[in-house]
């Protein structure tokens, strides 16, 4: 079952990359990546980053950079044209991502690699850093082997089966940097309204929207507290449900900035070898302590995964 888990996903990454890489004319469709996998966009995104080590976004860039390096160094195109087909709008743009790729502007590695004086060096590399090892190759009809991060292995999960949980929330529709304020005037109302005393009570946080998918400003997320049954829901906060079911868990310890990274190995990295696949409930977050009551590395968050 393990084995049949990790194939699902490793062909669904596959399939995938695949794509990106015939598609390099083309912007690039996340969305529809993700329904090829089965997956949601949320889940999707950080699975395949967790797998290869860079988003599909980030992979599709980097070819687009291998390309152009290229093409500066097999014809003699304009660097216009080829900031155009590498999906930048201005020189200026091209310019500056390829100088921070290849520390050296398009014209100078272009002239570089036209010297005389450098034939005794060895040849330009077009091929940037990638852990997955995929990259441009003007041979179209190239196999290309993808490596999967090996993950570590030593990372504490556990396979919980939780209650539905009744949430007090407050709804917050932007960047996800921008939920600290979202949970301070939750703490406002649920602290004048006796909520943090009842008992079980929890602090969380759900996110519905993947930030490559969806613009920052329409970002959907909840900060939210968890109370029992029949306890009144106070005014400013809405009611949300998070159905019973089974979550793997995972500990996060440390600064709240580190949680993308710890979700990121979870699903990319423990989930493909489980022997289990996401399920259809949102993920969400428990903070067992706050940056009121101990110092940033020792915080304590819980990430909850639905698996199915």
Request: with cysteine.
């Amino acid at each position: 079952m393990k084995r049949e888990t990790q194939s699902f996903y490793e062909a669904a990454v596959e399939r995938a990359v695949a794509r990106i890489a015939r598609t390099l004319d083309e912007a690039l469709d996340l969305g529809a990546l993700a329904r090829e996998a089965a997956l949601s966009p949320f889940h999707f995104h950080r699975i395949f980053r967790g797998m290869l080590g860079e988003t599909p976004l980030e992979m599709h860039r980097r070819l687009r950079l291998e390309r152009a390096a290229s093409e500066l160094l097999a014809s003699r195109a304009a660097i216009t044209a080829i900031a155009f087909d590498a999906g930048y709008e201005t020189h200026e743009a091209f310019t500056r991502a390829f100088r921070q790729a290849y520390h050296a502007s398009p014209s100078a590695f272009r002239q570089a690699a036209a010297d005389p004086r450098s034939g005794c060096t060895r040849p330009a590399q077009i091929e940037l850093a990638a852990p997955s090892g995929v990259h441009f190759y003007r041979d179209k009809t190239a196999i290309q082997t993808v490596r999967f991060i090996a993950g570590d292995s030593t990372m504490d999960v556990t396979i919980e089966n939780m209650p539905e949980l009744r949430v007090a929330a407050i709804r917050h529709v932007g960047p996800y940097d921008g939920m600290s304020a979202a949970f301070t005037r939750l703490g406002a109302i649920a602290g004048r309204a006796g909520l943090f005393g009842l008992p079980n009570a929890l602090v969380l946080g759900i996110y519905y929207d993947d930030p490559e998918t969806t613009p920052a400003d329409q970002l959907q997320s909840d900060a939210g507290i968890a109370i029992p049954d029949g306890a009144p829901l106070p005014d400013g906060l809405v009611e949300n449900r998070l159905p019973a079911g089974r979550y793997a868990r995972m500990t996060h310890v440390g600064p709240y900035s580190g949680l993308g990274d710890a979700w990121t190995r979870l699903m990319g990295q423990w989930l493909p070898k489980s022997g289990y696949r996401v399920g259809d409930s949102p993920a969400y977050e428990v903070y067992r302590n706050g940056p009121d009551d101990v110092p940033p590395e020792k915080l304590r968050t819980d990430i909850y995964l639905p698996s199915a």
